[in-house]
């Protein structure tokens, strides 16, 4: 079975109120054996355009990644992120 991904792209607009929901995202991810990958490093633009901020969030299965993403605790963390932010994130299988 192979493995999936968040994958955000995020532009910060009030990062007293982001910490807020960075604080609380770790437990809810590890409760679903997901774990980071790339968390707001350093990053290049190369081609095209991208926000000042990617992350990137490896889980077991596809089915871990989304019930990660729809569980109670998730979305009481993303109501806070939402506030303190816009950005784009998708939820990508991948490759075995």
């Known amino acids: ?5 968040w994958i955000a792209h ?3 607009t009030d990062m007293d109120a982001y910490q807020a929901y960075r604080a609380l995202v770790p437990a809810i991810l590890v409760a679903h054996g997901g ?5 707001g490093g350093a ?3 190369v ?4 926000r000042p901020r990617a992350v ?3 889980f ?6 989304n019930d990660c993403y729809n569980s109670s605790a998730y979305q009481a963390a993303k109501a806070l992120r939402i506030t303190a932010s816009t950005g784009d ?7 075995e």
């Open 10 to 12: 995020v532009t910060v």
């Open 47 to 50: 081609e095209g355009q991208a």
């Open 35 to 39: 774990k980071f990958i790339v968390r």
């Open 60 to 65: 077991p299965s596809l089915q871990a990644a």
């Open 1 to 5: 079975m192979p493995k999936a991904y």
């Open 56 to 58: 990137v969030i490896e």
């Open 89 to 95: 994130v998708c939820i990508v299988e991948g490759w």
């Open 43 to 45: 990053q290049t633009i």
